[in-house]
């Protein structure tokens, strides 16, 4: 009796010494819960636990407005040269084929002529 007694006792020890649902939390301490009314900024902060917590919206600051309408200038600019450059070579003189409007409509002999 006293065997089923131990060999129990030590089941229970190991099963309270296995991390249940992947043992969870982390390093990381909880926060506490807000007591007081939260400050109007702190709708966009992120707050994921860290000691720093992090800004909702993004600032990007690596690209400045200039430098993207510069970008957006050359990209259409480029566009733009493509299609005078193609407009300037006359694709419609290199084509291998006659154009719908051009086909010449031959009529069917008549049996009587």
Known sequence: ???I???SRSARQ???AI???G???GPLARPEPPSQPLAEQDEM???DGTTVPEPCLDDYTQVTPRYALTWLAGGLLSFAALGALTTASHPESRRPFVKEKQLVYVPK???GL
């Open 14 to 16: 190991a099963r309270n």
């Open 19 to 21: 991390a249940v649902r």
């Open 23 to 25: 043992g969870g939390g």
């Open 1 to 3: 009796m006293k065997s």
């Open 109 to 111: 002999e008549s049996p």
């Open 5 to 7: 007694v131990a060999i």
């Open 45 to 47: 902060t992120w707050d």
